[in-house]
């Protein structure tokens, strides 16, 4: 009878498909944004298949970025080097300043190519629920670089969210009483957009349209 015939044992594997070290690999990279467990096994393989012309050299950056990463103490920017790169760089105009909420926004901007100027680096943007008060952020800091004179304009390039025109709105009435231009990103930046994520046609729109703020 069929009730009689025993089920047929089939072996149990582990589904780990390489050793320890390298499945800790994989899971590091798939810590990394826009990177699943997917596309970091992709990339591990990747690596260990070009290992003297891609495994190396990564190491060797990764290991020099770690040594030498540093906060701009002028405009919060991320670097090997304080002042940063675009601190730095006297071809920059300094009488205009771009306010970003986050270092990415600055990399997506400045990517453009259309920004003469310089940046300053919020770290964030005001949120009553996520408890982010203006003292949380690089905001004094702000407010002293245009006390100091020498900035015309003022660019509020803030996030298309709630958190974000707040926070813009906070920062037009703390620069209100200074002689300066404010203005902000206009058509081509879509409400609740990020501007890490828009490409660099929208973002190169949004700068060449923006207004004054108010």
Known sequence: MRGDIAPVRRPHYHKRMASTEIEALVQQLARLPGLGPRSARRAVLHLMKKRESSFAPLLSALQTVSERLVTCTTCGNVDTRDPCAICADPRRDERSLCVVEEVSDLWALDKSRLFPGKYHVLGGRLSALEGVRPQDLSIDALVARVAAGGIDEVVLAMNATLEGQTTAHYLAERLE???????????????????DYLDEGTLAQALRARRPVG
């Open 177 to 195: 009483g200074y002689p300066v231009r404010l203005t902000q990103l206009a058509h081509g930046l879509p409400v609740g957009g990020e501007l």
